[in-house]
């Protein structure tokens, strides 16, 4: 017996305890910090680039501050995964934080995710760390390694969020996830499926009954079917500061699954040829990139991979080639997945907040014989097709400079019946919409919302 049930079976003092005790538990509970919040949680999960990464042995960071948008001059490499970890976690690095800001020499000041944590805040919300959750927080934010495949950060996701519904005692959860980007695929799935892992969420025909509700999912600039910007970044690596900046060459961004996942599934007909005439490719079969010299299969890559002297990390060729297979298998599956309807009893409810349209964007590629018979792949920003308003009418779209109009939409028919309203369109390139004042604004009038209509 507690001394506090002792107590409480001695008179006189049995009736005047029982009438406080309670409030002095509340009272200590809220100084504490103890007490369970009423609000629902708002999570944030950041896109591609937006979690800060961390060397697990050294703390040293690899991405996440303002030098490394010019250094070290290593291709990236040092952000490569080895090809043969898949969808395992890697031993060498971790997501430790979300990105706030990019500061660099009192040049560039860059806010990322730091307004939209500062307006939460602002409303009350009380931040913590889904890594040991506790029961008055409200806020959160989900680092999570942006390379790695999307399924598998969702199930680290739900762990977090697991922990949290334990930390408050309750049998479900009911969260609030505010998603940007490619951040919109982890939380899409996570609310069709959970934390399952691919094959299980296959082979299931309902969703899991895993103490977890999403109650609302706020899509910000997320390319729903995907983006033909991936397969540029793919085939050519991705520049960061014109002409001074660092660059990640294609064999690194060729070891993050997370990129694959994110090509185009909202259209079939992606190619056409010098003339304008649609060219039949399936971007999913690994003999395409070969055929087309995408990625790590260019000449310029095979002789960059060559002289690195990096073999354990890419691979020979064969491996290469295994891996490609693999990666756009599991990104055919998964963005299958998200296609799916998933016979929903209570279903989110879905905001989508989007470029205004006024953003051509890539949506198809040209392919081309060069001058030496040599395939070549041309996108939107390539000048022999912006200065061809034929093909730049057939190849670019309007959308947010990555994701098309058409590409945002793309959700299952039980997705599309969730929505609530129509998509809220501001002015924005895609990594910046959503700092746009009139998304803020909404953020706020959607993370309040439990009862607007449809």
Same mark, same amino acid.
């Given at each position: ?37 009423t $609000?629902?949680p708002?999570? =944030? ?17 690899? +991405? ?9 001059? /290593?291709?990236?490499y040092?952000l ?6 898949r969808?395992?976690?890697?031993? $060498? %690095? ?14 560039i000041?860059k806010?990322?995710?730091?307004? =939209?944590?500062?307006?939460?805040e ?8 889904? *890594? ?13 390694? &942006? ?11 739900a ?5 949290l ?16 980007s ?18 299980e ?14 109650? *609302?999912?706020?899509?910000? #600039?997320?390319a729903?079917g ?5 397969l ?5 690596g991705?520049n960061?500061?014109?002409? %001074?900046?660092?660059?990640w060459?294609?064999?690194?961004l ?7 996942q994110d090509?185009?599934r ?8 010098? /003339?304008?005439?649609?060219v039949?490719v ?5 003999d395409? +990139?070969?055929?087309?010299? +995408?990625?790590?299969?260019s000449?310029? !890559?095979?002789e960059?991979?060559a002289?690195?002297?990096?073999? #354990? ?12 297979? &693999? ?5 055919? $599956? ?7 309807n %998933? ?12 470029? /205004? ?7 198809? !590629? ?13 996108f ?7 200065n061809?308003?034929?093909? $730049? ?10 994701a098309?109009?058409? @590409?945002?939409? +793309?959700? @299952?028919?039980e ?10 369109y501001?002015? #924005?390139?895609h ?12 953020l706020?009038?959607?993370?309040r /919302?439990?009862? *607007?209509?449809?």
């Open positions: 017996m507690s001394f506090v049930e002792d107590l409480l079976k001695r008179p006189p003092i049995c009736r005047r305890l029982r009438a406080v005790l309670p409030a002095a538990f509340l009272f200590a509970s809220a100084v504490f910090g103890g007490a369970v919040s $609000r629902t708002v999570i =944030i999960v950041p896109g591609v680039t937006g979690s800060v990464l961390e060397e697990k042995s050294t703390g040293n960071v690899i +991405w996440g501050v303002g030098t490394n948008l010019l250094r070290p001059r /290593d291709g990236g040092v490569a995964r080895p090809l043969g970890l969808i395992s976690p890697s031993s $060498r %690095v971790e997501a430790s934080s979300v990105l706030e800001e990019l500061r660099l020499a009192g040049v000041h806010p990322v995710y730091g307004p =939209i944590i500062r307006l939460l602002g409303e009350g919300y009380r931040r913590g760390d889904l *890594r040991d959750p506790k029961a008055h927080e409200d806020f959160f934010l989900f680092p999570w390694d &942006w390379r790695q495949d999307h399924a598998y950060a969702a199930a680290r996701l762990e977090g969020l697991d922990a519904r334990r930390a408050r005692s309750q049998d479900t959860l009911r969260v609030t996830l505010i998603c940007q490619s951040g919109g695929h982890v939380c899409r799935y996570l609310a069709k499926y959970g934390g399952a892992a691919l094959e969420a296959e082979s299931q025909d309902t969703p899991p009954r895993s103490g977890l509700e999403v109650g *609302r999912l706020i899509l910000v #600039g997320t729903n995907g983006s033909i910007r991936n540029r970044e793919l085939d050519r991705r960061y500061l014109a002409m %001074v900046g660092r660059k060459e294609p064999e690194t060729f070891t993050f699954p997370s990129l694959f090509l185009p909202y259209r079939s007909d992606l190619f056409v040829d010098g /003339d304008g005439a649609s039949a399936d971007l999913y079969d690994a395409s +990139w070969l055929r087309y010299g +995408w990625s790590v299969f000449s310029k !890559a095979r960059r991979l002289r690195s002297g990096a073999p #354990g990390l890419f691979g020979e060729e064969d491996e290469r080639v295994e891996y490609l297979r &693999w990666a756009l298998d599991r990104a055919k $599956r998964f963005q299958a997945l998200l296609e799916r %998933v016979g929903w009893t209570n279903p989110p409810r879905y905001y989508l907040i989007q470029n /205004d349209q006024d953003r051509l964007t890539p949506d198809r !590629a040209v392919l081309q014989r060069g001058r030496k018979g040599a395939w070549e792949t041309l939107a920003s390539d000048s022999a097709v912006k061809s308003s034929r093909l $730049r009418n057939l190849v670019a779209g309007l959308g947010d400079g990555h098309t109009v058409d @590409s945002q939409l +793309w959700l @299952s028919p997705e599309k019946e969730a929505l609530v309203g129509e998509p809220l501001v002015r #924005g390139d990594f910046d919409l959503i700092l746009n004042p009139a998304a803020m604004e909404a706020v009038e959607f993370t /919302d439990e009862s *607007r209509p449809r």
